[in-house]
């Protein structure tokens, strides 16, 4: 594990991934111009990456290195990118601000919005599935948990029970589903495709790494709840106070604000306990990641 600092360490794998971005997506010269314009605006300049960052300290963990961990990084953030350009839209949650931008609706139209979303999906697998790479098994795996974590038994689907929800007040073990889906479900394929494909070798190794993002990944969406309620529009570069105005279950409503905190600190202790038991080492980045996960301000 580097010996970085875990700021620098975050900078400048936050560089790596725009670079990475910037090169796979098509150039805003290739026709159909708009619509790749759009794509490029959606997704270049302004996310946080955690989820890419996720996949590198997963392969930091699993311990060998591997150029296929570039690919895992920029396919999440596509997926990522997609699913907000599809979140924000005015049949979902309605939202005109993103990463502190118009919303790309808003810059572009709803219809080009709702097609940059499919082709950033697309690009995602197309990414991943290249027929250069030498470990075609490997690549297999993880597009398949890539497929799962997207679809309905994961990302989409957990925007389904998000939508139907609204104006219901959902118990602890529905809300628990629903943010394991909308969430979880890519933060945890982020966590285990890095270390896949740094050919994460002991079971052992691998079902830590899957304790640890599954902690992750629901502490991640309870502490999005918080920020909502708790943070403002300048800071969030999104639209503060949404959850409440749409009547939305989160576990703020569920618990309240300081039960909700606790709830986050609670699952950022469970997730590190997984794999600090395993390798305090090789850990460490996880570790930090965690703890900026829960930690965050935006
Ligand atoms: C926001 O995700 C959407 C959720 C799944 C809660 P992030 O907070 O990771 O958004 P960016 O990528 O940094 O903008
Ligand atoms: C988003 O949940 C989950 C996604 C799959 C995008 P939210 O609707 O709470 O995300 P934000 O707060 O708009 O980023
Ligand atoms: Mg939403
Ligand atoms: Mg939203
Ligand atoms: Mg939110």
């Given at each position: 594990?580097?010996?970085?600092?875990?700021?620098?360490?975050?900078?400048?794998?936050?560089?790596?991934?725009?670079?990475?971005?910037?090169?796979?997506?098509?150039?805003?010269?290739?026709?159909?111009?708009?619509?790749?314009?759009?794509?490029?605006y959606a997704t270049l300049n302004g996310?946080?990456?955690?989820?890419?960052?996720?996949?590198?300290?997963?392969?930091?963990?699993?311990?060998?290195?591997?150029?296929?961990?570039?690919?895992?990084?920029?396919?999440?953030?596509?997926?990522?990118?997609?699913?907000?350009?599809?979140?924000?839209?005015?049949?979902?949650?309605?939202?005109?601000?993103?990463?502190?931008?118009?919303?790309?609706?808003?810059?572009?139209?709803?219809?080009?919005?709702?097609?940059?979303?499919?082709?950033?999906?697309?690009?995602?697998?197309?990414?991943?599935?290249?027929?250069?790479?030498?470990?075609?098994?490997?690549?297999?795996?993880?597009?398949?948990?890539?497929?799962?974590?997207?679809?309905?038994?994961?990302?989409?689907?957990?925007?389904?029970?998000?939508?139907?929800?609204?104006?219901?007040?959902?118990?602890?073990?529905?809300?628990?589903?629903?943010?394991?889906?909308?969430?979880?479900?890519?933060?945890?394929?982020?966590?285990?495709?890095?270390?896949?494909?740094?050919?994460?070798?002991?079971?052992?190794?691998?079902?830590?790494?899957?304790?640890?993002?599954?902690?992750?990944?629901?502490?991640?969406?309870?502490?999005?709840?918080?920020?909502?309620?708790?943070?403002?529009?300048?800071?969030?570069?999104?639209?503060?106070?949404?959850?409440?105005?749409?009547?939305?279950?989160?576990?703020?409503?569920?618990?309240?604000?300081?039960?909700?905190?606790?709830?986050?600190?609670?699952?950022?202790?469970?997730?590190?306990?997984?794999?600090?038991?395993?390798?305090?080492?090789?850990?460490?980045?996880?570790?930090?990641?965690?703890?900026?996960?829960?930690?965050?301000?935006?």
């Amino acid at each position: 594990v580097s010996a970085l600092k875990f700021s620098e360490w975050v900078s400048s794998h936050q560089t790596r991934v725009e670079h990475l971005l910037d090169e796979y997506l098509p150039s805003n010269k290739i026709a159909p111009l708009s619509l790749h314009e759009a794509m490029r605006y959606a997704t270049l300049n302004g996310g946080k990456r955690i989820r890419a960052l996720l996949a590198f300290a997963a392969a930091e963990f699993a311990g060998q290195e591997s150029r296929f961990v570039d690919k895992v990084a920029i396919a999440v953030e596509l997926i990522h990118a997609y699913s907000l350009v599809h979140d924000d839209m005015p049949c979902m949650d309605d939202d005109d601000l993103r990463r502190g931008k118009p919303s790309c609706h808003k810059k572009y139209d709803e219809s080009t919005a709702l097609l940059v979303g499919d082709a950033l999906q697309s690009l995602a697998f197309e990414i991943l599935t290249n027929a250069q790479e030498p470990a075609q098994k490997k690549q297999l795996e993880i597009t398949h948990q890539l497929a799962i974590a997207s679809g309905s038994r994961g990302m989409a689907g957990g925007q389904q029970i998000d939508l139907e929800s609204s104006g219901k007040s959902l118990n602890e073990s529905e809300l628990e589903m629903m943010h394991m889906h909308k969430t979880g479900a890519l933060i945890r394929a982020s966590v285990i495709m890095g270390g896949l494909a740094s050919g994460i070798e002991h079971s052992s190794h691998l079902k830590a790494l899957t304790g640890y993002a599954n902690f992750i990944g629901l502490a991640f969406q309870v502490t999005d709840d918080i920020l909502d309620a708790e943070a403002d529009t300048q800071t969030l570069g999104k639209t503060a106070g949404k959850d409440a105005l749409q009547q939305k279950s989160t576990y703020v409503t569920l618990l309240g604000l300081n039960r909700a905190k606790q709830k986050a600190k609670d699952l950022y202790e469970q997730a590190i306990h997984e794999i600090q038991q395993v390798d305090a080492n090789r850990s460490k980045r996880l570790v930090e990641i965690a703890d900026w996960i829960t930690q965050r301000g935006f």
